[in-house]
C-alpha cells in the first residue's frame, strides 16, 4: 500500500593487516609495491573500475532536513539537479551517483549522526536503486555553500548489472539551494503534530482508499495525490482508518528519518476521527483528530483539524 523507501543497513567496517615491523623479504616487498599499484585511485568505484567525479553538488526538499548527494563523471549545476528534482539528473554519457544523507530522529527528539538513506546510480543502462550493504558517516559540516563529510564509506550492490558500487573517504561538496515542491503548498495551520515532542508542521493531507480501508497521509513538504513519496520526503505520517465513523486501525511513520519505519496501535482505542463527509470520492474532506500514540517508543500526539485531497482507490 505504502511506497518503499530505500533504508541504510549494517555499518561497513574496513579492517586492515597489521605487522610486527619492516619486512626485508624482497618477494613480500614486491608483492606490497603490486598490491597498492592496483589499488584504485578514486574512492568511487564501479564493479571495481575506479570513478573519477567532477562534481559534487548537495541539495534537499524545501521543509525537509534530509540531503542528497549528486556526484557526477561531468560537469553539472544546481541548476539542473533543481529541474529534475526530485527525481535525478539527466547527463550526457556521464555516470552519476546519488546518496540520501539524514540525521534520524531519535525516540529522544533529538536528531542522530547523520547516516545514509539510500543510495541510486544512473548510467548508461538507466537510473536505478541500490541495495545498500553497509554505509555510516562520520561526520557532516556545512560552512556556507561548503559541505564537508568525514568518513563518508558506501558499499552498495546493482541488482541490475551485479556490481557492487562503493565509496570510501571524505569528500567536499557544494551547497545548492533547497528546491521546493511542484505540489500546491496545503499548508494545515489548525492541526498540531508531534514526534517525540518535535513539532512538525504539515504541508501535504490525502486521504487514499484501500479496499474497505482509509488512509490518510500527512507530510511535511506538500504532495498530492499522484506523488510518490519514496523520494524527497523524510518525514510522512500514515494513519490507516477503517468504518463509519472512520476509526484508527494502525499508524505508521516513514521517510528517512524513520529507518525503522515505526509503526502500531498503542492508543488507537482513545484516538478520536470525525471526518464531515465520506471518504471516498474527490475534492476534500475536513477530518478532526485527536490522540496520542506510541510507535515503537516514538511519541506520536496529533490535534486539531486537518483539510485533505480525497485520492480514490489505490
Not at 30 to 51: E, F, I, Y
Not at 110 to 139: C, H, I, M, N, Y
Request: aromatic letters at 4%.
Amino acid at each position: 500500500m505504502k511506497p518503499k523507501a530505500l533504508f541504510w543497513g549494517a555499518l561497513l567496517i574496513l579492517a586492515g593487516s597489521g605487522c610486527d615491523g619492516p619486512k626485508t623479504d624482497k618477494t613480500a616487498t614486491a608483492g606490497a609495491s603490486a598490491s597498492a599499484a592496483s589499488r584504485p585511485s578514486s574512492p568511487w568505484t564501479v564493479g571495481d573500475q575506479p570513478v573519477k567525479h567532477v562534481a559534487a553538488l548537495v541539495t534537499g526538499t524545501q521543509g525537509e532536513t534530509a540531503l542528497r548527494l549528486t556526484l557526477s563523471t561531468a560537469p553539472l549545476s544546481c541548476d539542473s539537479l533543481a529541474a529534475s528534482f526530485p527525481g535525478g539528473a539527466v547527463v550526457t554519457n556521464a555516470t552519476l551517483l546519488d546518496i540520501w544523507l539524514t540525521q534520524p530522529l531519535e525516540k529522544s527528539g533529538q536528531p542522530g549522526p547523520w547516516s545514509l538513506a539510500g543510495a541510486l546510480l544512473t548510467d548508461g543502462k538507466g537510473r536505478r536503486g541500490l541495495t545498500t550493504q553497509g554505509a555510516q558517516v562520520a561526520e557532516l559540516s556545512i560552512t556556507g555553500q561548503d559541505v564537508h563529510i568525514r568518513g563518508l564509506d558506501l558499499a552498495a550492490l546493482d541488482g541490475a548489472t551485479g556490481r557492487t558500487v562503493m565509496w570510501s573517504g571524505d569528500l567536499a561538496a557544494s551547497l545548492c539551494p533547497k528546491i521546493a515542491r511542484q505540489e500546491a503548498d496545503r499548508p494545515q495551520d489548525k492541526l498540531e503534530l508531534s514526534v517525540a515532542g518535535t513539532k512538525l508542521p504539515i504541508h501535504g493531507a490525502t486521504v487514499h482508499q484501500n479496499g474497505k480501508q482509509h488512509f490518510l497521509r500527512l507530510t511535511r513538504a506538500p504532495h498530492d495525490c499522484a506523488t510518490d513519496v519514496a523520494e524527497g520526503f523524510d518525514f510522512y505520517l500514515d494513519l490507516t482508518m477503517q468504518g463509519a465513523p472512520p476509526a484508527l486501525q494502525v499508524a505508521s511513520l516513514q521517510g528517512a528519518i524513520f529507518p525503522d519505519s515505526p509503526s502500531g496501535s498503542t492508543g488507537r482505542d482513545t484516538f478520536t476521527i470525525e471526518a464531515d463527509g465520506p471518504l471516498d470520492g474527490t475534492g476534500v474532506v475536513t477530518l478532526k483528530l485527536a490522540g496520542s500514540l506510541d510507535l515503537r517508543g516514538h511519541a506520536t500526539a496529533v490535534k486539531g483539524e486537518v483539510t485533505a485531497l480525497r485520492c480514490g482507490p489505490q
